[in-house]
């Protein structure tokens, strides 16, 4: 790198001096590159802080000002997969930018690098793979241009060929992006929906009702214990896990998607013999994220762990129409008010889960809400394995397209 690319100055400007109001030189902040600026960064784009028009900027020579090309990564990071997280400049439109604190600042010798190639060979397996290995660093990673300049870069001899690169990859990310804005849409629209579809706190109609509901009767507020013969949460004790069994699922499953761990038949027989969680049923989780709630689709049997509470399924209400209804900011709010207020983590007890209000239409209500609700998260879903099939196809894509790390390199 060390011969590719010469190192220019950066400033220590902290973000106290920034402003996002206005100025005459805008700065890079490590930190923006850590957290939203695009690989290709094009300024009129990115919403990028100005120095303080009070902060002397006289000092800063012209030469170090950013130019198209330009790589600039992050020098520190608790994390080693975001040490030397890097951004390259592809249009700046005029404006005058310098690399701020944290940053280096690298830029191509003469003309052997084509523009955007760059954002995609820092990315690399092969080049990250020994960003890494240089860092240095316990709680706090950093990494320097003078270790920067170590590292091999595999450029081809030919700007075509980046180019080629560049543009293939850079395709695929619009395709990304585009497919992410799709996916946030649908899931504002899903959020404003349901802001629609639920009475407002101290109301028991909704904004919005569908056509054969117009007229309808005013919603009926009970309170959870009174319409579900029973509110359980599961097992307090870690119980022993075996390699196969009964499933066995706690918040994380629920949140983040983590495949279950599995306990012995005969432990789940001995967790479930007062109380025991079947198809129909709602967990709904009650220890560190409270109030995310799920409905038990499948039949086969299973155990939970305390964190996650279960509520019996009843002729009183639809199961996925309550499910909606726990995600409603109204009943999040009730949720947050009756949680333990210095528990860590956030704990919300089985008694005060049983005396929160639920707001309940008539059975063909509930039904129409849940199957249009139902319907919203099948395509966020869909929207979602698109979105994610994209990333793995990038993925795979940069792995054949740049060389692969050396076995004593990883």
Request: proline share 4%.
């Amino acid at each position: 790198m060390g011969e590719a690319y010469s190192f220019k100055s950066n400033n220590s400007f902290s973000r106290d001096q920034l402003s996002y109001e206005q100025g005459l030189v805008r700065n890079i902040h490590y930190g923006d590159i850590h957290t939203k600026f695009s690989t290709l960064f094009d300024i009129t784009k990115e919403t990028v802080p100005f120095i303080n028009r009070t902060e002397l900027v006289d000092g800063l020579r012209r030469e170090n000002d950013c130019i198209e090309g330009d790589m600039i990564f992050a020098d520190a990071s608790e994390d080693l997969a975001d040490i030397g997280k890097s951004i390259e400049v592809v249009r700046l439109n005029g404006e005058r930018v310098v690399a701020g604190q944290h940053t280096i600042l690298a830029r191509p010798n003469g003309e052997n690098v084509a523009i955007g190639f760059g954002a995609y060979l820092f990315k690399s397996r092969y080049v990250r793979t020994q960003i890494e290995k240089e860092s240095q660093g316990s709680k706090v990673l950093g990494i320097s241009a003078t270790r920067l300049a170590k590292i091999e870069l595999p450029i081809p001899s030919t700007k075509a060929e980046q180019q080629k690169i560049a543009e293939c990859l850079s395709t695929l990310d619009e395709l990304i992006g585009a497919e992410s804005q799709k996916l946030d849409a649908l899931k504002a629209h899903k959020k404003g929906l349901m802001q629609q579809l639920f009475p407002r706190e101290g109301e028991t109609i909704p904004r919005l009702r569908f056509p054969e509901f117009q007229g309808a009767p005013e919603w009926e507020q009970r309170v959870l214990c009174e319409v579900t013969d029973s509110v359980f949460d599961g097992t307090h004790q870690t119980p022993t896990y075996v390699a196969s069994g009964v499933p066995f699922y706690s918040v994380e499953n629920l949140i983040s998607g983590n495949a279950n761990k599995f306990i012995s038949r005969e432990d789940y027989i001995a967790a479930t013999r007062k109380n025991k969680p079947e198809k129909g049923d709602i967990l709904l989780t009650r220890i560190g994220k409270v109030g995310y709630s799920r409905v038990v689709t499948w039949e086969h049997d299973f155990s939970v762990y305390v964190t996650l509470a279960v509520i019996k399924q009843s002729e009183f209400f639809d199961s996925h129409y309550l499910h909606f209804f726990f995600q409603s900011d109204r009943f999040q709010a009730e949720l947050r008010s009756k949680s333990l207020p210095n528990a860590v983590p956030p704990k919300i007890n089985l008694d005060s889960l049983r005396a929160t209000i639920v707001l309940l239409p008539k059975a063909e209500e509930q039904q129409r809400i849940a199957s249009c609700l139902s319907s919203l998260e099948y395509l966020i879903a869909a929207q979602s394995d698109q979105f994610e099939a994209l990333k793995i196809h990038k993925k795979g894509l940069m792995q054949q397209l740049f060389p692969a790390p050396t076995e004593s390199e990883e």
